[in-house]
């Protein structure tokens, strides 16, 4: 007869393959995982003054509010993009008033356990450009909701005149 304990080693593997974190929370070591997304909206509104933002959207009225913002002085329509903040959320990135050609760009967005990181690009002018018109680059996107923290990490660019 077999040792009871080589039953036990034996029955390991099976009993980690089984067990999984609690609420579907990816495993410390689980790789990050990229996360699909849609563009809502994504440019620049010229003659708008306005702040930096960075935000995660995940409920109806927040959305308003902030969609009210963004869209003073431009053509953008009234009502915000339709979003199922069930199963769904906005990460809104925008930068403040540029001197003239500018874009901000959401590239990925990556799920790390419960929190996701976005990587963003922020593109003002170039030191040479010479513009009429200020504006506000922006760009929001809609994903798979995530209840946890969102943490932007920024390169910084330059656009071209």
């Known amino acids: 007869m077999k040792h009871p304990v080589f039953?036990?080693?034996?029955?390991?593997?099976l009993l980690i393959a089984c067990v999984q974190a609690p609420?579907?929370?990816?495993?410390?070591d689980a790789?990050?995982?990229?996360?699909?997304?849609?563009t809502l909206v994504q440019q620049s509104i010229p003659g708008q003054s306005g702040k930096t933002?960075?935000?995660?959207?995940?409920?109806?009225a927040a959305w308003a509010v902030l969609w009210a913002k963004l869209r003073e002085g431009s053509a953008l329509p009234?009502?915000?993009?339709?979003v199922d903040f069930r199963s769904e959320m906005v990460i809104a990135t925008a930068m403040e008033t540029q001197g003239c050609v500018s874009?901000?760009?959401?590239?990925?967005?990556?799920?790390e356990r419960n929190r996701l990181v976005v990587?963003?690009?922020?593109?003002?002018?170039?030191?040479?450009?010479?513009?009429?018109?200020?504006?506000?680059?922006?760009?929001?996107?809609?994903?798979p909701r995530v209840d946890g923290p969102v943490r932007f990490?920024?390169?910084?660019?330059?656009?071209?005149?």
């Open 7 to 13: 039953f036990a080693l034996a029955a390991l593997p």
């Open 31 to 38: 790789p990050a995982a990229q996360v699909s997304f849609e």
């Open 153 to 161: 990490e920024v390169e910084f660019g330059q656009t071209s005149c």
């Open 78 to 82: 009234e009502q915000p993009p339709a």
């Open 119 to 143: 990587d963003l690009l922020e593109a003002p002018p170039a030191p040479n450009c010479v513009c009429i018109t200020s504006e506000r680059p922006l760009h929001l996107v809609r994903l």
């Open 23 to 28: 609420g579907g929370a990816q495993p410390s």
């Open 53 to 60: 933002v960075r935000e995660a959207v995940r409920d109806e």
């Open 103 to 111: 874009k901000v760009t959401i590239r990925g967005i990556v799920r």
